[in-house]
């Protein structure tokens, strides 16, 4: 069985440009998060979305960062005029639903030039 | 705010011995302790997670005490391989309707022959 799936894999881009990052949960999972690996902040959490709705957008962290659901399924997470702390590896992770294990996909890793 | 405090930072551990990493938390409010283990190059995979209506928890070789009281809560590896060489994250979770993960900042364990 296929788990979460994240593309691309790897993104390089110049400081500035626009990044757009997919999430394939896993097929039936309702439950999608994102959250931020880096090696001064460690693991952080973004967003989440149960459904298509987002109950918790705490952890974005400036309006340069959106992120979408739609269909139940794949999402998008966005970052606009990228910088160069925006470096990181994004990860996506899902779950069967509120209060379920919550299983990741293997990120993207972003660089910013 | 660092609301679960992981340690140590590194370990090396023989092979066959036991391995030990440590948490604590700061929020009561915390209800589903779960334990992430991560390769280089991919996303943290589940291992083993505990509410706090039980003290132990063992499945396989990987053990999770935990102390309501003194809100703390570790990971135990019996036998530990080379294979087991890997980061180790703890993490922690509000109550139902609350998904946001709070992880340590990792244990970096090493099984040496």
């Known amino acids: 069985g296929a788990g979460v799936s994240q593309s691309p894999s790897n993104k390089v881009t110049e400081k500035g440009k626009d990044v757009e990052l997919r999430c394939d949960p896993i097929?039936?999972?309702?439950?999608l998060y994102w959250y931020r690996q880096s090696l001064g902040q460690g693991l952080e959490f973004l967003i989440y979305?149960?459904?298509?709705?987002?109950?918790?957008k705490s952890g974005l962290p400036s309006d340069r960062f959106s992120a979408e659901r739609t269909g139940g399924s794949v999402s998008t997470l966005t970052i606009q005029r990228t910088q160069q702390e925006d470096s990181a590896v994004y990860l996506c992770a899902s779950s069967q639903g509120v209060g379920q294990p919550q299983h990741f996909g293997d990120g993207t890793r972003l660089s910013i030039l | 705010q660092q609301q679960v405090k992981q340690s140590p930072q590194s370990l090396i551990v023989q092979k066959g011995g036991i391995s030990i990493i440590n948490c604590a938390y700061e929020n009561t409010a915390f209800d589903y302790f779960p334990w992430y283990q991560q390769f280089p190059g991919k996303g943290p995979a589940l291992l083993i997670a505990?509410?706090?209506?039980?003290s132990e928890k063992k499945e396989g070789r990987f053990t999770i005490s935990f102390n309501k009281s003194a809100k703390q809560f570790s990971l135990h590896i019996m036998d530990s391989q080379p294979g087991d060489s890997a980061t180790y994250f703890c993490a922690a979770k509000g109550l139902d309707g609350n998904e946001k993960l709070t992880f340590g900042t990792g244990t970096r364990l090493t099984i040496i022959p």
């Open positions: 979305f149960q459904g298509n709705s987002a109950p918790d």
């Open positions: 505990i509410r706090p209506d039980v």
């Open positions: 097929s039936g999972h309702t439950a």
